[in-house]
C-alpha cells in the first residue's frame, strides 16, 4: 500500500475522467461555425479592445503579497507540528517571526497595498 | 485481496463524482425552493415518474454532454482546452486524502479508509488547492474575451488571497493536534475534555473555525464570494466555453464544495468521530450503567469493528451533509460581496485573526504543557 | 409682478403668450433668444424655474401655422409648483436651434432625441446624434410626411460583419503587426476615437480599456448598451446607447383614435401600467374640459397607487438579486404576485391592463375587493418588514448601497431627476403633493426624501413609499363614494347600469382556460361569454359619446354595437377641440408627463410622454464615474430603468 502508487492510480483515474468528459462531449455535441459565432461573447456586441491590453498594477500586487505570506506560511506548517518537542525556544522564535510577518502586513496595510480604489 | 482493495476505492472516488456532485446539485436546488416559497424543479420524468425532481441532475449533465463545445476566434487553443481540465482534475485529486472512517481491521489487516493514505493530508490538500486556481486563471485568460479575462483575475486574485486565511488558520490546528494527517487528526478529536465534551476542533479552535469556513467559501467561489462568476456583473470567466468546458467548471464548484465541507468536517466537526463511539464501542461517560445495564463491568458497550466502521463512515457523510446544508443556507440568504469589500475581509481581518489565533494557540499551549 | 409681465419687461417685444386650454402659461420665444430667456427664468425671474422637465418637438405640417416645426421647453419651479412652456418656431428651410445644453444639461438627450425625430440641429451640442433609430437609419420619422408605414431595413447586413471584420483586423495587427492599414472605424462615438487616440499616442501610463456592457447582458434588464472605459475594475467613463426597444409610440398615437393609444401606454412602464393609462386620460380630459366622477377618481388612485408598489417591488427585488440575494427577490415577486391578483380581479389583464377610459374607467371594483385588497396589503406589508430585516442592516448589502451612485442635489436638479432618484437627494418633490391631481390632496400620506442621493437613500426611499402607498390605498378604501362611474363627454354623469368586474370580460379561452369553453353548448346567444350572462337584460342603449360600451354591450346588443362602431370608426370618435394639454402624474420613477396637442380631429395630432427613466438615464454617467462594475449594478438597479419608458 504505497502511497504513491495509490497516488499515480488516482492520478490515471482522474485523467481518465477528464478525458471521458471531453470525449463524450464532442461525440455528442454538435458542431458547427460562423464569423460571427467565433467572435468573442461581449454581451451582444464586437468588442472594442482586444483583452490583450494591459490590467491594473493592483492584481499584481495582490500575486505578489500572496507570494510573501504564502512562503511564510510553509515555515509555520514544520513549526506547528514539532511545537511540543521545540519548547520555549521554539515559541520565542515564531512569536519573533510572526512579529515580522504583522509588521510586513501593517506597513504594506499602510502603504496602501491592500487599498483596492 | 488487494485488488480488491483498490477497486472498492476506486469504486467510491467514481461514486463521489457521478453522484455526489450532481446530487448536491438537486439539493441546491430543492434547498432554495424551501427558502424561497417555491415548489423548485420537477419536471424531469423518466417514465412518469418524477421523483421530486431528482432526474434534474440527470438532465443536467446530459445536456451539458450534447451540447455543442467551440472554441472562439483568438483564443489560445490548447490553453483553453486544458483550463477546465485543470480545474476539475485537481479537485478531484483533493478526494483523495479524506479518512472517511477509521482503519478497518480485517483479518488481522488494517485497511485505512482513504483513498491515499498519506501522512501529509493537509500539504496535499493545499497543493491540490492552489493548483485549481489555474483552471480558472488559464480558462479566462486563453479565452480571448474581456469579461473572461476580468474573471479571471478576480477569481486568481480571490482564491490566493484566501489561500493565505486558509492555511494560517490551520496551523492553530496543527498546533493542537500535532500532525499534518489527517487521520490522526481525526483520531485524536475522539478524546473528550472534562470526561465529556469531545474534543472537536471546533471547541479548541472556534476561531479557527469561522476563519476557515470564510476562507473556505471564498476558495469556492459562492455567494457571497462569487464575485469571479458574479452573473449579473461579469458573467464570469467562463463565459466562452460551453459544453461539458462549462460543465466542467460547474462541476468543480460543487466537488470543491464537497471536498471544503469535508476539510471542514475533519479539522472542527471530529471527522469520522462519532461522540463517545470508540474502536471497540460505545463509552458514554456516567450513563453507561444507565443505557445498558449490561455493560456495567467494562463500561463499553461493545460492538463489531466492521459496524463501528460503517457507523464512522454514515457519521462523516451526515457531517458533510450538515456543513454543506450550512453554506448553501448562506449562500440563499446574502448579496455578494463587491470586490475591494472580499479583497479587505481577507487580507485585513481574517489575515490579522489568523495569525492572533496562532499567537493565541501557541502560548496556551506553551502554559498548558 | 407676474411671469408674463417679467417676461415682457426683460425682453420688450420679443414674448408672446398663447392662449391654451391647460391653465399652464405658453410663451412664444424666437429663437435666438431661447438661451438668454431660459437663463433669466432659471436665475432671475420669481418663482425661477430650476428643472428642465421636457424638451420635444413638433411638425407643425397640418396645424396652418407659418412655421413648419416648433420645439417645446417645459420648466418647472419646485419652489413655487407651477410650470411654465415655452415655444419656439423654426423654419423648415433653416431647422437650426440653439442648445440648451450649457443651461440644463438635461437638455442634451433630449435634443439628440429631437434631432433624431425631426432633423432639427442644435448649434453648440456637444454630442448630436441619434439616439432612439440606429445610426443607419435614414429620414426623421416624427415628421408629419414621414409615412407611419414605411419600412426601413433594421439594419444593413452588412453591418455586423463590417464590425466583426474591423475587429479580426484590428486583433491580427495586435497580433503581428502588418503595413495593412487598419479599415476606418464606423463607431462614431466621441468615446471610441478618444481610446483610439490614446492608443495611438502608445501612452505607457494608460491602463484603461472599453468594455460594452450589454444589449446582451443579465445586469442590462430592458435592453441596454453601455460602452464602459475602464482602468482595472474602476469606471472612467461612460456611454449609454438607447433605443433597442424603441416601438414608436408617439408616431404610432398620432395614427390612432383617441382612445386606441391607450394600449399603446401600457406598454411604456410596463411594470405600473394603470399609471401610464391614468396620465394620458388626464391629458386628454383636460383637454375635453371634463371632470370625471368620484367614484372613478378613486378608483384611479387605488388602482395607481396598487401598481406604484408593484413597480418599486420589482425594482428593490431585482436590485437585490442583481446583488446576488436571490431570495429576497422572490420573497418581493411573491408580494407583487399579491397585488397583480387584485389587478387582474378589476382589469381582467394582469399586464396590460388598458383599463383606464377617457372619462372613466373600463371596470368597477367587485364586492370583495375591499378584503382581497386588504388581505394583499397585509402580505405586501410582511414581505417588506421580512426583506428589511434581510438586508436593510446587512452588513455586505449596507457596504454596497451607501456611497455608491451618489449624485449630488444640484446635479440631480439640472439633470431633470424625478421620483425617488430625486427624492434620495433632499428634494422633496412629488406630483402627488406638489401638484394633486385626482384626489390626492384628500389623503394623509408623507414623502420618504433622503440625503446623500446614493443608492442606500434610493433604496429606503422606495421601501417607505411603498409603506405609504399602502396607506393610501386604505384610506381611499375608506372614504370610496358610490354612484355613477363614467362621465360622458359633456362632463355629465352617465348611470351605472352595468357593474361588471373586469375579471368578468376577460376571455377566459385567451387565458388558457380551453377546458371551460369546450364543455360550452352552442347556443345562438348574443354574448360571446357563451352563457345567458346575467347582464343580458340589463343592455339598453344609452347616448355615449366618449367612453366606450362594455364589450357585453357591443358583442351584445345592436345598439352598443352602433354605439361602439361610432367612436371606432374613422371620423367618429371622440374630438376634443383644438389645443394643447400637459398633464403630469407621479410614475413609478418620477413625473410622468403627457403633452397631447389636438387639431380637432378623433386622432391625436401629436402625443409627446415625458419619460422619467429619460431625464435618469442621461445623468447616469455621473452617478457612476469613480466607482467600481459592481457598482454599476447597484446603481443601475435603483435607477429602475425602464426600457419601454425610456425608448418608447
Redesign the interface.
Known amino acids: 500500500?504505497n502511497?504513491l502508487i495509490?497516488?499515480l492510480?488516482?492520478?490515471a483515474?482522474?485523467?481518465a475522467?477528464?478525458l471521458v468528459?471531453?470525449g463524450?462531449?464532442?461525440l455528442?455535441?454538435?458542431?458547427?461555425?460562423g464569423v460571427v459565432?467565433?467572435?468573442?461573447?461581449?454581451?451582444g456586441q464586437v468588442?472594442l479592445?482586444?483583452?490583450g491590453h494591459r490590467?491594473t498594477v493592483r492584481?499584481y500586487l495582490?500575486?505578489i503579497?500572496?507570494v510573501v505570506?504564502?512562503v511564510e506560511?510553509i515555515f509555520?506548517?514544520p513549526w506547528?507540528?514539532?511545537?511540543?518537542k521545540l519548547?520555549?525556544f521554539g515559541?520565542i522564535e515564531?512569536?519573533a517571526f510572526?512579529g515580522v510577518?504583522?509588521i510586513g502586513?501593517f506597513y504594506a496595510?499602510k502603504r496602501g497595498a491592500?487599498?483596492?480604489? | 485481496m488487494?485488488w480488491i482493495?483498490?477497486i472498492a476505492?476506486?469504486a467510491f472516488?467514481?461514486f463521489a463524482?457521478a453522484v455526489l456532485a450532481p446530487l448536491l446539485t438537486w439539493v441546491e436546488r430543492k434547498q432554495?425552493a424551501v427558502?424561497?416559497?417555491?415548489i423548485g424543479a420537477n419536471r424531469a420524468s423518466i417514465f412518469g415518474m418524477r421523483a421530486l425532481g431528482l432526474f434534474h441532475a440527470l438532465a443536467d449533465v446530459l445536456k451539458?454532454?450534447?451540447?455543442?463545445?467551440?472554441i472562439?476566434?483568438?483564443a489560445q487553443k490548447l490553453i483553453f482546452?486544458l483550463a477546465p481540465?485543470i480545474s476539475?482534475?485537481f479537485a478531484?485529486?483533493g478526494f483523495?486524502v479524506i479518512p472517511h472512517a477509521d482503519s478497518l481491521i480485517v483479518a488481522g489487516q488494517s485497511y485505512?479508509m482513504q483513498?491515499?493514505?498519506?501522512?501529509v493530508g493537509?500539504?496535499f490538500f493545499f497543493a491540490v488547492l492552489s493548483m485549481a486556481v489555474y483552471g480558472v486563471i488559464l480558462g479566462g485568460w486563453a479565452?480571448?474575451?474581456?469579461?473572461?479575462?476580468?474573471g479571471g483575475?478576480r477569481a486568481?486574485?480571490q482564491m490566493?488571497?484566501y489561500?493565505?486565511a486558509l492555511?494560517?488558520s490551520l496551523?492553530g490546528v496543527?498546533?493542537v493536534y500535532?500532525?499534518?494527517d489527517l487521520l490522526e487528526i481525526s483520531r485524536a478529536q475522539s478524546e473528550l475534555w472534562f470526561g465529556f465534551l469531545p474534543q472537536w476542533g471546533i471547541f479548541v479552535q472556534p476561531l479557527a473555525f469561522f476563519i476557515f469556513m470564510t476562507a473556505g467559501i471564498a476558495e469556492t467561489k459562492r455567494?457571497?464570494f462569487?464575485?469571479p462568476e458574479?452573473?449579473?456583473?461579469?458573467?464570469g470567466y467562463f463565459?466562452?466555453y460551453g459544453?461539458?468546458?462549462f460543465?466542467?467548471y460547474f462541476l468543480t464548484d460543487f466537488i470543491e464544495t464537497i471536498l471544503i465541507a469535508s476539510m471542514t468536517v475533519i479539522f472542527f466537526l471530529g471527522g469520522f468521530q462519532i461522540p463517545y463511539l470508540q474502536a471497540d464501542g460505545l463509552h458514554i461517560p456516567g450513563l453507561m450503567p444507565l443505557l445498558f445495564p449490561d455493560t456495567v463491568v467494562l463500561g463499553v458497550f461493545q460492538l463489531n469493528n466492521l459496524i463501528v466502521t460503517l457507523l464512522q463512515f454514515a457519521a462523516f457523510i451526515f457531517k458533510v451533509a450538515v456543513v454543506i446544508f450550512l453554506m448553501m443556507t448562506i449562500r440563499?440568504?446574502?448579496?455578494?460581496?463587491?470586490?475591494?469589500?472580499i479583497?479587505?475581509l481577507g487580507?485585513?481581518m481574517l489575515?490579522?485573526l489568523s495569525?492572533v489565533n496562532?499567537?493565541v494557540t501557541?502560548?496556551v499551549?506553551?502554559w498548558l504543557? | 409682478m407676474s411671469l408674463s409681465e417679467q417676461l415682457q419687461q426683460q425682453f420688450p417685444g420679443l414674448i408672446e403668450q398663447e392662449e391654451t386650454a391647460t391653465g399652464e402659461p405658453l410663451f412664444r420665444v424666437p429663437r435666438n433668444q431661447i438661451i438668454e430667456v431660459c437663463t433669466f427664468l432659471r436665475d432671475s425671474s420669481s418663482p425661477s424655474f430650476d428643472f428642465l422637465m421636457d424638451l420635444f418637438g413638433v411638425d407643425c405640417l397640418n396645424l396652418g401655422v407659418p412655421y413648419r416645426f416648433a420645439v417645446h421647453y417645459n420648466l418647472y419651479s419646485s419652489q413655487a409648483a407651477q410650470r411654465i412652456h415655452l415655444k419656439i418656431p423654426v423654419p423648415f428651410a433653416d431647422p437650426i436651434v440653439p442648445s440648451l445644453t450649457q443651461v440644463w444639461p438635461a437638455a442634451n438627450w433630449f435634443e439628440r432625441e429631437v434631432w433624431d425625430m425631426f432633423g432639427i440641429r442644435f448649434k453648440k451640442h456637444p454630442d448630436l446624434r441619434r439616439i432612439l433609430m440606429y445610426d443607419e437609419f435614414k429620414g426623421h420619422p416624427l415628421r408629419k410626411d414621414y409615412p407611419y408605414n414605411k419600412r426601413q431595413p433594421l439594419v444593413d447586413d452588412s453591418y455586423t460583419d463590417r464590425e466583426i471584420q474591423r475587429y479580426?483586423a484590428a486583433?491580427e495587427q495586435v497580433?503581428m503587426p502588418s503595413d495593412e492599414q487598419q479599415p476606418a472605424a464606423t463607431g462614431n462615438t466621441a468615446l471610441l476615437e478618444d481610446v483610439q487616440r490614446e492608443v495611438a499616442a502608445e501612452d505607457l501610463t494608460e491602463t484603461s480599456?472599453l468594455?460594452n456592457m450589454g444589449p446582451s447582458?443579465?445586469?442590462m434588464h430592458g435592453v441596454i448598451h453601455l460602452k464602459l472605459k475602464l482602468d482595472g475594475?474602476t469606471i472612467e467613463d461612460v456611454d449609454v446607447g438607447i433605443g433597442y426597444l424603441h416601438r414608436a409610440f408617439e408616431k404610432e398615437s398620432e395614427v390612432s383614435k383617441w382612445n386606441q393609444v391607450f394600449p399603446y401606454t401600457d406598454r411604456l412602464n410596463y411594470v405600473s401600467p394603470v399609471i401610464n393609462n391614468v396620465g394620458y386620460a388626464l391629458a386628454v380630459e383636460k383637454l375635453l374640459g371634463i371632470e370625471i366622477t368620484e367614484r372613478a377618481k378613486f378608483l384611479r388612485v387605488i388602482m395607481s397607487e396598487i401598481s406604484r408598489i408593484g413597480d418599486h417591488l420589482t425594482c428593490l427585488g431585482a436590485n437585490?438579486?442583481?446583488?446576488?440575494?436571490?431570495?429576497?427577490f422572490?420573497?418581493f415577486i411573491?408580494a407583487r404576485e399579491a397585488l397583480w391578483e387584485l389587478v387582474e380581479e378589476i382589469t381582467g389583464a394582469r399586464l396590460t391592463v388598458s383599463w383606464v377610459r377617457v372619462g372613466g374607467v373600463k371596470a368597477d371594483l367587485t364586492a370583495d375587493f375591499p378584503q382581497h385588497c386588504r388581505a394583499a396589503l397585509k402580505t405586501v406589508r410582511e414581505k417588506i418588514a421580512e426583506f428589511d430585516k434581510?438586508?436593510s442592516r446587512?452588513r455586505?448589502?449596507h457596504?454596497?448601497m451607501v456611497g455608491t451612485g451618489v449624485i449630488s442635489r444640484e446635479k440631480a436638479i439640472a439633470y431633470g431627476f424625478t421620483g425617488p432618484v430625486l427624492r434620495s437627494t433632499g428634494v422633496d418633490y412629488d406630483v402627488r403633493k406638489a401638484n394633486p391631481y385626482l384626489v390626492y390632496d384628500r389623503f394623509d400620506f408623507d414623502i420618504p426624501y433622503g440625503e446623500k442621493g446614493d443608492n442606500y437613500d434610493r433604496y429606503l426611499c422606495r421601501l417607505e413609499e411603498m409603506l405609504q402607498s399602502c396607506r393610501i390605498i386604505e384610506q381611499a378604501l375608506e372614504k370610496l363614494p358610490g354612484g355613477a362611474l363614467n362621465v360622458d363627454h359633456e362632463g355629465k354623469e352617465m348611470p351605472d347600469d352595468i357593474l361588471l368586474p373586469g375579471s368578468a370580460m376577460a376571455d377566459r379561452g385567451k387565458t388558457g382556460h380551453t377546458s371551460a369553453i369546450l364543455q360550452i353548448q352552442a347556443l345562438s346567444d348574443p354574448t360571446l361569454s357563451g352563457g345567458n350572462g346575467p347582464w343580458h337584460e340589463k343592455i339598453y342603449p344609452d347616448e355615449k359619446r366618449v367612453v366606450l360600451p362594455e364589450k357585453e354591450k357591443t358583442y351584445g346588443s345592436i345598439e352598443g354595437v352602433m354605439n361602439h362602431f361610432m367612436l371606432i370608426m374613422d371620423g367618429h370618435g371622440i374630438r376634443p377641440p383644438a389645443g394643447e394639454a400637459y398633464s403630469a402624474v407621479e410614475g413609478g420613477n418620477g413625473e410622468l408627463g403627457f403633452y397631447v396637442i389636438s387639431d380637432g380631429t378623433d386622432q391625436p395630432y401629436r402625443v409627446r410622454v415625458r419619460p422619467p427613466c429619460f431625464s435618469l438615464m442621461s445623468g447616469f454617467h455621473e452617478m457612476i464615474r469613480g466607482d467600481?462594475?459592481?457598482?454599476l449594478?447597484a446603481t443601475f438597479g435603483t435607477i429602475n430603468m425602464i426600457a419601454g419608458e425610456l425608448d418608447r
Open positions: 500500500m502511497p495509490d497516488t492510480i488516482l492520478v483515474v482522474a485523467a475522467v477528464v468528459f471531453w463524450v462531449n464532442f455528442l455535441g454538435p458542431r458547427s461555425s459565432k467565433e467572435t468573442p461573447f461581449e454581451t468588442p479592445t482586444p483583452p490590467l492584481f495582490i500575486a503579497l500572496f505570506f504564502d506560511l509555520l506548517f506547528a507540528v514539532v511545537f511540543n519548547g520555549l515559541l515564531m512569536l510572526i510577518l504583522f502586513l496595510w491592500l487599498e483596492w480604489e | 488487494i482493495v483498490y476505492k476506486f472516488f467514481l463524482l432554495s427558502m424561497q416559497d417555491r451539458l454532454f450534447t451540447k455543442e463545445f467551440f472562439p476566434r483568438g482546452l481540465c476539475i482534475f478531484l485529486l483523495a485505512a483513498i491515499v493514505a498519506a501522512d493537509i500539504l479565452s480571448n474575451n474581456n469579461y473572461a479575462v476580468l483575475m486568481s486574485a490566493i488571497s489561500e493565505v492555511g494560517v496551523i496543527i498546533l500535532g500532525s499534518v455567494i457571497p462569487d464575485a458574479g452573473e449579473s456583473e461579469i458573467v463565459i466562452e459544453g461539458m468546458g460543465g466542467m440563499w440568504t446574502l448579496p455578494r460581496f463587491r470586490y475591494d469589500q479583497m479587505n487580507w485585513k489575515l490579522p495569525l496562532i499567537i501557541a502560548v499551549l506553551y504543557r | 479580426v486583433q497580433q480599456f468594455l447582458h443579465p445586469a475594475e437585490a438579486m442583481e446583488l446576488g440575494a436571490f431570495t429576497a422572490l420573497y411573491e434581510l438586508l446587512n455586505i448589502f457596504d454596497r467600481q462594475i459592481a457598482d449594478i
